[in-house]
């Protein structure tokens, strides 16, 4: 029996490839149209990762990269959340891996050579696989914002960047999550390139009092959705119906 | 039935390295870094290296990109539970198959490459056969969403000419976008030394690359 296809992606629902207000993309956009593929054994199969690809320490940014118990500067977060497909299923054992900047905006990155200070403490990368619930959960600190040369006045709104594997390369995603009640959020021309206001929302991390611990950390939830898939038919219980 | 929209896509930025291959950031950080070997020292048939560039719309190639590549074994064997099994019988990749990889431009440069084993016909829809063929996903800075391709092989003109998804492409000169081109002489086809292939992907501009929808 054939596997059953993926949704095909809304693309009206993603930035379009060329988003003028944000420079960068006028010479990196294709501008013939896609090809439309229907799923084949090639979109349908994607990379498996196991415990053994990844530390248990990898998704603890407060620690793994700070010498000798030293901690990072800036507030101290955690990020949590599911990942889930379009039926509202979880997603477990799959790859989420993040990166960002540290609390005063900088990237430890040889091309970033930004005023902010680099912390010794902070390596600013973390992965983790998700539970048999879709969860997962990081430790880290509450990147802060940064200018880039984009116009002249132009700061990106704190942010973490995610990347996202799936089952399938089909659903392979890297976006990137914001904060609650960021003002930068709304002038942010990388967000912008997200034509429909409520699919911008999608990407804003909430504070999350529940998960939040007292005198330690402040909690913020973000689920990941990923394309969904049909039901495989001609069984006595249907998938997702 | 509940149903919820897929998460935005939002550019990888030029900073991609930090998350998915810190060494290239300039730090070490993780025991292992993941996606360095994507056939394994097991893997049987032809190895490969592709080498290349990606050009954006002034020919200028981009030096901040990264590649992941997903790939079949010699076989046509996916490393994954949902891989066709032409014989009816369970076939399984070699030890350390993974089939998966991540590729870095060099920052000075732009040039990329990778090794691997050359990917046997892959069952496609219909009981078709698809031509060897290598999946590629890029994002970059300036990339709002992650780019599907394929990378076919020059010399394969009879499993080409007959694969369902180079057909499909109207304009029948922009098919050799998808084309690796051999490089050296042919002498050297053993299965030790790997043959070189050359694939630039031309984001815009009169090469435009096909690029899919999946």
């Known amino acids: 029996m054939t596997p059953p296809d993926y949704f095909s992606r809304d693309r009206r629902w993603h930035p379009p490839a060329f988003t003028p207000d944000y420079k ?45 118990g030293g901690s990072p500067v800036g507030e101290r977060i955690l990020l949590h959340g599911r990942v889930l ?30 005023l902010g200070a680099l912390d010794p403490n902070f390596g600013g990368c973390g992965r983790v696989l998700t539970d048999d619930n879709g969860a997962y959960a990081f430790r880290t600190v509450k990147p802060g914002a940064y200018p880039w040369r984009n116009g002249i006045n132009d700061w990106r709104p704190a942010h973490i960047h995610v990347s996202v594997f799936g089952s399938a390369f089909a659903q392979r995603l890297i976006t990137q999550l914001y904060f609650e009640g960021d003002p930068l959020i709304a002038r942010c021309p990388i967000v912008s390139t997200i034509p429909d206001p409520v699919a911008v929302q999608q990407l804003i991390a909430r504070l999350d009092m529940n998960e939040t611990r007292p005198l330690d950390l402040i909690a913020y939830r973000f689920d990941i959705v990923l394309r969904g898939r049909r039901s495989t038919m001609f069984e006595n219980r249907m998938e997702g119906n | 039935m509940t149903s919820l ?29 993941l996606g360095q070997d994507i056939a394994g020292p097991e893997a049987k048939g032809q190895r490969i290296r592709i080498e290349g560039q990606v050009l954006d719309g002034t020919g200028a190639p981009l030096k901040d990109v990264l590649l992941e590549v997903w790939q079949a074994n010699a076989k046509g064997i996916y490393a994954h539970r949902e891989t066709p099994q032409p014989e009816g019988k369970p076939q399984q990749v070699e030890a350390g198959f993974r089939g998966w990889g ?23 829809r219909g009981g078709q056969m698809m031509a060897p063929h290598i999946n590629l996903w890029i994002v970059a800075r300036g990339i709002n969403v992650g780019l599907n391709t394929r990378l076919y092989f020059e010399e394969e003109h009879e499993a080409n000419g007959n694969d369902p998804v180079l057909k499909l492409i109207e304009q029948t000169a922009r098919r050799s976008t998808l084309l690796a081109r051999r490089q050296g002489q042919a002498d050297t086809d053993t299965a030790e030394t790997p043959l070189v292939y050359r694939f630039d992907i031309h984001l815009q501009g009169p090469d435009e690359t096909v690029f899919f929808d999946i």
């Open chain 1, 85 to 114: 497909d379009e039926n509202a299923r979880p997603v477990p054992n799959t790859l989420v891996e993040i990166w960002q900047a540290n609390a005063s905006g900088r990237y430890r990155h040889k091309k970033d050579g930004y």
């Open chain 2, 102 to 124: 991540r590729v870095i431009s060099d920052f000075d440069t732009g040039d990329w490459q990778f090794e691997t084993v050359k990917p046997g016909p892959v069952h496609g």
């Open chain 2, 5 to 33: 929209k897929e998460t935005p896509s939002q550019t990888a930025g030029p900073y991609v390295h930090i998350g998915l291959a810190p060494g290239a950031a300039g730090f070490d950080i993780y025991e292992t870094e």
């Open chain 1, 24 to 68: 960068t993309s006028v010479s990196r956009s294709p501008r013939l149209p896609l090809l439309s593929l229907e799923n084949t054994a090639s979109e349908i199969t994607g990379p498996t990762f196991a415990p053994t690809d990844i530390a248990e320490c990898d998704n603890d940014l407060l620690t793994n990269f700070a010498r000798d």
